[in-house]
T-cell receptor
Framework: GQSLEQPSEVTAVEGAIVQINCTYQ??????LSWYQQHDGGAPTFLSY????GLEETGRFSSFLSRSDSYGYLLLQELQMKDSASYFC??????????FGTGTRLQVFP | KAGVTQTPRYLIKTRGQQVTLSCSPI?????VSWYQQTPGQGLQFLFE???????NKGNFPGRFSGRQFSNSRSEMNVSTLELGDSALYLC????????????FGPGTRLTVT
């Protein structure tokens, strides 16, 4: 089967850096995505990694290591508006996008 | 470009009833996927439609069904509702399917009493 593990909750203060990890087990692997969801809102796409390494988009970066079946989302210069749930998602050879259970990030002033 | 729209936004139904949810994708997107979101369970994949054909299906009972029309609009139907079906139902559209960026609608909050 396919499964993803990520921490249920992470807290940090404004201006800090936080890393949200995601480990996955899939048969086949095509890529790891990250989505952000604010309370009451729809998930929105943040990043996608198909190859090993770091992808940077502004304050957010995402990393993938296919050999370790592991990735992370790095958020820098945290702002209050970054308080949200973050989901990693993997597409394996079933061609379904499987989501993790989400990490709730709380940013404090 | 208009985003993904879902109707209705909120729905209250009684056990045993059936419900139909609607999703209009972004113009030009041919793939529509449906997800069930419940607290602690994340997003559970229901099914994906592409050009009016069901391309993939998650592990949900046959009470959950869907279809897609020629204009890419999609509907999801749940028959014989159970209390456990209470959830946020999200649809997402994309250009080519599960391998491309998913654009989510605001969801339909279904409460079964």
């Amino acid at each position: 089967g396919q499964s993803l593990e990520q921490p249920s909750e992470v807290t940090a203060v404004e201006g800090a850096i936080v890393q949200i990890n995601c480990t996955y087990q899939t048969s086949g692997f095509y890529g790891l995505s990250w989505y952000q969801q604010h309370d009451g809102g729809a998930p929105t796409f943040l990043s996608y990694n198909a190859l090993d390494g770091l992808e940077e988009t502004g304050r957010f970066s995402s990393f993938l290591s296919r050999s370790d079946s592991y990735g992370y989302l790095l958020l820098q210069e945290l702002q209050m508006k970054d308080s949200a749930s973050y989901f990693c998602a993997v597409r394996g050879d079933t061609d379904k996008l499987i989501f993790g259970t989400g990490t709730r990030l709380q940013v404090f002033p | 470009k208009a985003g993904v729209t879902q109707t209705p936004r909120y729905l209250i139904k009684t056990r045993g009833q059936q419900v139909t949810l609607s999703c209009s994708p972004i113009s030009g997107h041919r793939s529509v996927s449906w997800y069930q979101q419940t607290p602690g369970q994340g997003l559970q994949f229901l099914f994906e439609y592409f050009s009016e054909t069901q391309r993939n299906k998650g592990n949900f009972p046959g009470r959950f069904s869907g279809r897609q029309f020629s204009n890419s609009r999609s509907e999801m139907n749940v028959s014989t509702l159970e209390l456990g079906d209470s959830a946020l139902y999200l649809c997402a559209s994309s250009l080519s399917g599960q391998g491309s960026e998913q654009y989510f609608g605001p969801g339909t909050r279904l409460t079964v009493t």
